[in-house]
């Protein structure tokens, strides 16, 4: 059964330090997303993607976060200076279409000392 | 604002008892997900309700909406310890708002006793 995979998973680096977290979404899917999880809380919404562009962004989603498709599998989100804040777990999500099921993949852990 | 409220947070249950979880939200929505978590893992979908009086079974889990009401039920029949797992409720505001981005609840914390 298709599923998105994600790598790495698990990230530790410095404040300060520029981190990319990688996700291969499922194939035929045109819908991506990125959710967070810090460690015992909900899930929260960072941002969606569709045709090469942001569809919706959450607060959260600041200057410090950004997110690509560089090639025709890959989807990336980057956080360019990390704090100690960003330490979560953060899940890419793909659907086929809008109105289908999102599905997540097994998640980052990133740890910011 | 979404809110999206589950109940209760935490769980502990007695194999072969029978129980349910609560989603109450406040927006207009048509459409909400149940997903399954385990300790350190991905969330994995288990239903997807997409109008008012939708019922769905899968195994010992049913899951209800009430679009009217702005309420979900998650309920359990006869739990097993393979069950233990936390589970999120989410729900798709695109109705209210016309985005996609789902909001979820806190989590059920759903622990099964031998």
């Known amino acids: 059964e298709p599923e998105v995979t994600q790598t790495p998973s698990h990230q530790v680096t410095q404040m300060g330090q520029e981190v990319i977290l990688r996700c291969v979404p499922i194939?035929?899917?045109?819908?991506f997303y990125w959710y967070r999880q810090i460690l015992g809380q909900k899930v929260e919404f960072l941002v969606s993607?569709?045709?090469?562009?942001?569809?919706?962004k959450s607060e959260i989603f600041d200057d410090q976060f950004s997110v690509e498709r560089p090639d025709g599998s890959n989807f990336t989100l980057k956080i360019r200076s990390t704090k100690l804040e960003d330490s979560a777990m953060y899940f890419c999500?793909?659907?086929?279409?809008?109105?289908?099921?999102?599905?997540f993949g097994p998640g980052t852990r990133l740890t910011v000392l | 604002e979404l809110k999206v409220e589950q109940n209760p947070l935490f769980l502990s249950m007695q194999e072969g008892k029978n129980y349910t979880i609560y989603c109450n939200y406040s927006?207009?929505?048509?459409?909400l997900y149940w997903y399954r978590q385990d300790p350190g893992k991905s969330l994995e979908s288990l239903f997807v309700?997409?109008?008012?009086?939708a019922v769905k079974q899968e195994g010992r889990l049913m899951a209800s909406l009430d679009t009217k009401a702005r309420l979900s039920t998650l309920h359990i029949t006869a739990a097993v310890h393979d069950l233990s797992a936390t589970y999120f409720c989410?729900?798709?505001?695109?109705?209210?708002?016309?985005?996609?981005?789902?909001?979820f609840g806190s989590g059920t914390r759903l622990q099964v006793q031998p």
């Open positions: 999500a793909s659907s086929a279409g809008t109105t289908d099921t999102q599905y």
């Open positions: 194939s035929n899917h045109l819908y």
């Open positions: 993607f569709y045709n090469n562009e942001i569809s919706e």
């Open positions: 927006t207009t929505s048509d459409r």
């Open positions: 309700l997409l109008s008012n009086g």
């Open positions: 989410a729900v798709d505001p695109f109705m209210d708002t016309g985005r996609r981005a789902l909001t």
